[in-house]
């Protein structure tokens, strides 16, 4: 059974500074996604990381994955308030070339204070 | 960007009867598309993946005859909750799978918030 485990959970920081996400999957994947969700809201997709070594970056936020250590991050820049928010991260378990539903992680959620 | 759909946004009712949530992919078609439910303050957890023109497959633990789904076509997949109870109240969210900037992914619709009384 496929297992996603993100840290921290519940993340308080000011604004201006850097921190990371983590998330840790238990089983081989080279599919992995990164979420935000606002209170009430859906999903908005953030990235998909396809390969091991893959590293994309999106205004202050950075993803990357490492498929051998089964370890993605999610690096916030400067944060700003704006970016308040959980943020889940997702794997996809199958082999259908992405063709499966998403194992999720419990969330981090973030608050960035002034 | 992959636009999907749901309707309706929330819908409240009475404990025993029955409610259909429509999700539709409206600028591509989806031969797949995946119900979730996210219980408040909870992650996301599949419930089954729906494929056009076939039965959907349900996750351990759900029940196929109380959780309908319908995947008539290539846009449109249903999900009748039936003989509803208070803990079905959840917010219900599909996505449809699809390929946009070159790669395949799934796209999340607004969701659905359940209210069962």
């Known amino acids: 059974e496929l297992k996603v485990e993100q840290n921290p959970l519940f993340l308080s920081m000011q604004e201006g500074k850097n921190y990371t996400i983590y998330c840790n999957y238990s089983t081989t994947s080279d599919r992995l996604y990164w979420y935000r969700q606002d209170p009430g809201k859906s999903l908005e997709s953030l990235f998909v990381?396809?390969?091991?070594?893959a590293v994309k970056q999106e205004g202050r936020l950075m993803a990357s994955l490492d498929t051998k250590a089964r370890l993605s991050t999610l690096h916030i820049t400067a944060a700003v308030h704006d970016l308040s928010a959980t943020y889940f991260c997702a794997v996809d378990s199958g082999s259908g070339g992405g063709a499966d539903g998403l194992t999720f992680g419990k969330g981090t959620h973030l608050i960035i204070q002034p | 960007g992959a636009v999907v759909s749901q309707h309706p946004s929330w819908v409240i009712c009475k404990s025993g009867t029955s409610v259909k949530i429509e999700c539709r992919s409206l600028?591509?078609?989806?031969?797949?598309m995946f119900w979730y439910r996210q219980f408040p303050k909870q992650s996301l957890m599949l419930m089954a993946t729906?494929?056009?023109?076939?039965?959907?497959?349900?996750e351990q633990g759900v029940e196929k005859d109380k959780f309908l789904i319908n995947h008539a076509s290539l846009t449109l997949s249903t999900l009748t909750v039936t003989s509803a109870h208070p803990e079905d109240s959840s917010f219900y969210i599909c996505?449809?799978?699809?390929?946009?900037?070159?790669?395949?992914?799934?796209?999340f619709g607004p969701g659905t918030r359940l209210t069962v009384t």
């Open positions: 996505s449809a799978g699809g390929t946009q900037r070159g790669v395949y992914e799934q796209y």
């Open positions: 600028d591509f078609q989806a031969t797949t």
């Open positions: 729906s494929n056009e023109g076939s039965k959907a497959t349900y």
């Open positions: 990381l396809l390969s091991n070594g």
